[in-house]
């Protein structure tokens, strides 16, 4: 579907390449950090997966540590400047993985282990609360998806201005139809949890839902995240010059139309 626009309709995406915010440099930087952090919450699974029970528990934190791993050896990799200015795509494939497994994996393994450490419940209602979860998930990733893509065929996206002004007041004012089933997910499993589980105190529900909800948000950046990575593979002007600069925008006959 992507295919049929061009590549003015995808230009002001390019702006975090454009500030810099999304450079290789920057991406090598952040991938050492991202490191540091996976690690943390890798301990917190750990340490908190010794009181807590729900199902799979072991072979979730076993899966999802070696998985953590394989992604920390490659982004050291990644970080190495001669490796990542000749492999940017893969550099940026590389940090949305990164990004997803932090923000989202493990914030979502954390909550399931504030749920399973305060609560005495079957596994049949922690699968179900599991499912209620991701299915929900799923719905919000498939409703950001299609928004984008219709943004992108209304040409919200194409470079009206040099800081894209009608670009970011339309975005401000289009979030609503992904709050709305964001926000109704949301209750509904707050809604689960109170009958559910019998927790010790609010502040667990709480914890919980609001980790649950970093989750639903890295979901809903996901699609961007997909759009850009399709933009550095398809468009040359999504990637640097090896001196680090952005190449600039060329029409059809290889002139420069915009830096």
Known sequence: MLQQLKEEDFLALRSPFESGRQSPKALGAVAILFIFFQALLLFIEYYGGQYATYPFKNIIFKVHLIVSVMIAIISIIFAIRPIYMRH???QYFLNTIQSQNLGGISFYIVALLVIGNDTNVNKGAFLNFIYLTLIIGIIIFIATSIRFYILLKKGKYRKETKKDYQR?????????????PAGIGIVFIIQYLIRTFDFDGIDTMVMSVFMIGIFYTMLFVLPEQLVLQYCKIRF???????????KPVRDEDGNIIME
């Open 236 to 246: 040359d002007s999504f990637n640097y010059e090896q001196n680090g600069r952005l």
């Open 168 to 180: 970011r007041q339309f975005e401000g004012k289009s979030l609503l139809p992904i709050a709305i």
């Open 88 to 90: 940017q795509k893969n």
